[in-house]
């Protein structure tokens, strides 16, 4: 079967033949170590990308529930990120006007499960 097989693909011939020619060899050791840097890289910014979407996750859970306090605490503990600042801008803007917002919009969940309780019965 593989006689087959090259012979429909005369470019197979040459990835069945093991290197032995040692330029070949390091060659193909530094393609690998060229990958291997390259994998390495996409795994860390899929962990950097995941961390930052948990970060945003949780703020935007806090600012929905009106919870400035906890979303400060937690943006506070994140890393520098050029969403840092536009959240520092939502929840200092969210303070300065929360005088002038209905206190329906402060509900915390412990309430809202209250809440619905009631609109059950």
């Known amino acids: 079967e ?9 470019f197979a011939e040459d990835f069945a033949q093991p290197i032995t020619d040692v330029s070949e060899q390091e060659e193909t050791n530094v393609v690998l170590q060229a990958w291997n840097k390259m994998l390495e890289s996409v795994r860390n910014q899929a962990a950097r990308a ?6 945003v996750s949780g ?10 306090d906890a ?4 943006l ?5 990120t050029d969403l840092h600042g536009q959240f520092t801008a939502i929840i ?11 206190k329906t ?6 309430d809202e499960a209250d809440d619905t309780e009631t609109l059950d019965s």
């Open 2 to 10: 593989s006689l087959a097989q090259l012979e429909k693909n005369p």
């Open 50 to 55: 995941k961390t930052l979407a948990d970060m």
């Open 59 to 68: 703020i935007t859970y806090h600012i929905a529930l009106m919870d400035l």
């Open 71 to 74: 979303a400060t605490e937690l």
């Open 76 to 80: 506070q503990k994140t890393e520098d």
């Open 92 to 102: 200092l803007f969210l303070k300065t006007y929360r005088p002038f917002l209905p």
């Open 105 to 110: 919009l402060f509900v915390k969940e412990d």
